[in-house]
Structures are given as C-alpha cells and as structure tokens.
C-alpha cells in the first residue's frame, strides 16, 4: 500500500509526527508493535503521574490531623494503586487511538522493518512512502551488575506493576525515573536506599536544587548515597545481597534487599530496524540527523530518543512537528535545545530550564543569583508543602534570564513561565514586573528575579 507518510512508533514522536502529517493533508499511516502512546503514555509519564498521585494522596490521608481532619485506618494498597495507574493509562491509550482515527491515520499493527527505495516491511507486508520518519524510542538500560531478571532485579515496567509491596528496596540511579520511584516506594511505607554513581542525585540539576532533594528525601526516612556504586547484585531466594561501594572511601558494604530497581537509564529500539542495510549512519546507539531530522538517507527521517538530543517527550513532540513542517515546507524553525524543560515528578517536585549556576559561571558569565524560599510563601504555608525554593540565574549585563531552577510544591507547572520568557528574549526585570497573583507558588517567580537585582520584598 502506498502513503505520503509512514511514522514507525506511536509515542510522543511517533503519533505527533502522524497526526501533523495528516493535519497537512499527507496521507499518513503509523505503525506500532505493542500499545498506542508508546513507552510514555503505556509505561512512562502518565502510569508514573498516577502512582504518584496515589502516594500524594495516602501522604495527605496519613498527616490530616494537621490539617484538622481525623482520618483513622488510613493504609497504602500498592495494588488498588497499580489499578488505577494502568487505568489512567488505558484512557490515554484510546485518546491516541482517537486522535489517529479523527485524523485519517492508518494504524498499522506489526514489527516494521526499513527497506530500501522508500519502503517498510511489517511481518513481512509491504508499505511504500516517499517519507518514512523513525520514531521507535527506548527501552530501560540492563547493567551487567544488575542483570534484570523481572522479579528481583526489575526495570521501570515491574517497578509500576508490583502487586506485593517490598519492605525494602535498592533503586541505582538518581535521574527523574530512579527518583520518581524511591519517592512513590518511600511514600507508601517501603525503605529505599538510592544509590547514584555522581557526587549529586538528580545529576543534571543545580547542586542546591540536589541538595534539597536529598534532605527532603533523607526527611522522609529514605536513605541517600551519592557516589556510590553497584558492584553486584547476589539473588539468594527472595532476599537481594546488594554489594555497594562507597567511590569516596573506597570502601564496601553488603545492603539486603527484597527489591533492586536499575534505573540508570534507556537504550534506543534500533536493533533489527534495517539502518545498515538501508545505509543510514548511526553512532552509539543514536541515528545521524540534520536540523530537520533527515537522516543520511533521503526520504528517510528520525526523531525522539534514537537522535541526539535529550530524551524526554515534549522534546520528541516538538522534533516531530519541526520534521513534518520541514516535509511539507523544505525548512521548518529548529528545536530550540538550549530551551528545553526538565521536570521531576517528587514531592517536593523539580524543574528547570537553561543554565546552572555553575555552568553559567564556567562558560563566562557574570550573573547575579536571585532565590525565593518556599518557607517565606503564604500559598506553600497554607498548603502545608514549604520544602524548596525558586532560584534564577540572570545575566548581570544584558539581564537576560540564563537558567531557572525550582524546587517546591507544583513546581512543573511553574516552569513554562521562565521558558517562554528565555524563548522570547524577555528580560528578567520585564518579567519581574508581570503581575503574579496573589496568593500563588508562581509569586516565588516575581521574589526570586527580584531577588536577582536586590529588590525582593519577601526574599
């Protein structure tokens, strides 16, 4: 059969590119092995959201006393949870499918494999398009000191699907999904130990921003062990001898376990694809792209996780309506990567944008630093939630903002302020100036880049 456009994956990438393609009026088919939505709607984003609403809700539930409600006999169902979670996501599964539908894309079920002469084969069927974009994703990284084995040594998929809750677990690797998960185990009642192989967890953030995930972590009863690594992973019936070791001391110790989670990050879906056969160059596990994600081969593009680039799905949603554009028009504006967002979805929550404090002042900077502390915030107070602080880097030349870095309750949904604003070269008095209601967490915007100039009333 033959289209104008064939997407491979339906993730975040995958269905955004097929759904724009059909927007502008190509006839567009995805193909998809396992579930609509890819890894992030199925097994990623949305699944971890909802489990962590459950544990923010048990937190709630278990402290209402301090909110003058009695509530007695309150207890944590990992399994009712795990319920609700694979719920959320079957919803979002069939609004993609819905999406598609609404829009004329073909949904083609099967493996796919590339082909020359701008063709796929899907278990063995053919399909012919004059663009076929890769979009394919990742899947969690299996470390040879934690061979995976799905039930003692588990990756993010058993880790959102246990029925039993582990009284005690390892989680290696601090990033968002390691942090995610000790923080929802931790919350419920399991001891976590978190181990990451950096002197910092959460390593890409600002080192105050990782500072206060550890005491806010170490609050909760969770233990914290920054440089530190995994040396091996013994099974002896239901019990996990975890040999840990201490980078700095250079010392061992032997951590017992019922759980280990391996969280230390994702491996592209290239294997089988067809790239050598087809010659399109890859590297390290990543396809070679131009600003519009063409590959070396014409006809041929990539997107998501299997390009360079950070792996996070608003950034593969934004690749794929750059490279559709780019299709449709010959050029398309670039993904701004400098740009781009993180989130973590804790309590307290992070989220960033540009750079830290340090990078700024290694690429040569002169900055000044404003901070709003969340224990001076009227919002955070009445909510019970004042771990944490809003800090901006800003240039002390141009006063443009060069990175922003929160740390509090609802943070996520602060972060888009600072990112349109660098986005559109607004500087950080103009933005100062906006006014921020009151009382609101996004206050602790307005404090902070005041802050940066001297001026904060509350800072």
Not at 72 to 93: C, F, I, K, Q
Not at 170 to 199: D, H, K, N
Not at 257 to 263: N, P, T, Y
Not at 357 to 366: I, V
Request: some cysteine; hydrophobic content about 40%; charged content about 20%.
């Amino acid at each position: 059969m033959n289209y104008d456009l064939i997407v491979i994956g339906s993730g975040p990438g995958g269905y955004v590119a097929a759904v724009r393609g059909a927007q502008k009026g190509l006839k567009t088919a995805v193909v998809e092995r396992e579930n609509l939505g890819g890894i992030c709607l199925n097994w990623g984003c949305i699944p971890t959201k909802a489990l962590l609403k459950s544990a923010q809700a048990f937190n709630y539930a278990r402290h209402a006393e301090a909110y003058g409600v009695r509530a007695a006999g309150v207890e944590a169902d990992l399994s009712a949870m795990v319920d609700r979670s694979r719920g959320v996501s079957a919803t979002m599964n069939k609004g993609v499918e819905f999406l598609l539908k609404k829009n004329g894309v073909d949904v083609i079920n099967g493996t796919a494999t590339l082909l020359p002469d701008h063709r796929i084969s899907v278990d063995g069927t053919e399909y012919h398009a004059p663009h076929i974009i890769i979009a394919t994703g990742a899947r969690s990284r299996v470390m040879p000191s934690m061979p995976q084995d799905g039930r003692r040594i588990i990756g993010y998929r058993e880790a959102m699907t246990l029925r039993t809750q582990p009284q005690r677990m390892l989680v290696c690797g601090s990033g968002a999904i390691g942090s995610e998960f000790a923080y929802f185990y931790q919350s419920i009642g399991t001891q976590v130990t978190l181990v990451e192989y950096m002197p910092q967890i959460l390593p890409n953030e600002d080192e105050e921003v990782a500072a206060q995930m550890s005491r806010s972590f170490r609050k909760m009863g969770m233990k914290v062990m920054p440089s530190a690594s995994v040396e091996r992973v013994d099974v002896e019936g239901d019990l996990c001898h975890v040999t840990v070791r201490d980078l700095k001391k250079n010392t061992e110790q032997v951590i017992d376990v019922d759980i280990v989670l391996s969280a230390v990050g994702v491996v592209t879906n290239l294997e089988g694809l067809g790239l050598d056969e087809c010659g399109i160059k890859h590297e390290k596990g990543k396809i070679e792209v131009d600003d519009c994600y063409r590959t070396s081969l014409p006809g041929y593009y990539a997107i998501g996780d299997v390009v360079h680039g950070p792996a996070l799905a608003h950034v593969a949603s934004k690749e794929a309506i750059c490279c559709v554009d780019a299709i449709v028009h010959g050029s398309a504006p670039k993904v701004n990567y400098a740009n781009v967002p993180g989130c973590t979805y804790t309590t307290p929550e992070v989220a960033s944008v540009g750079l830290t404090e340090k990078k700024a002042l290694e690429a040569g900077h002169e900055v000044r630093i404003g901070k709003f502390f969340f224990k001076a915030s009227g919002k955070a107070t009445a909510a019970g939630n004042t771990d944490g602080f809003v800090k901006v880097v800003v240039d002390a030349k141009t006063d443009l903002i060069l990175g922003a870095h929160l740390c509090g309750d609802n943070v996520t949904e602060m972060i888009s302020e600072l990112v349109a604003a660098r986005e559109q070269g607004i500087t950080a008095r103009q933005l100062a100036a906006a006014i921020h209601p009151h009382p609101t967490m996004s206050e602790g915007v307005m404090e902070a880049l005041e802050a940066a100039h001297g001026e904060a009333i509350h800072a």
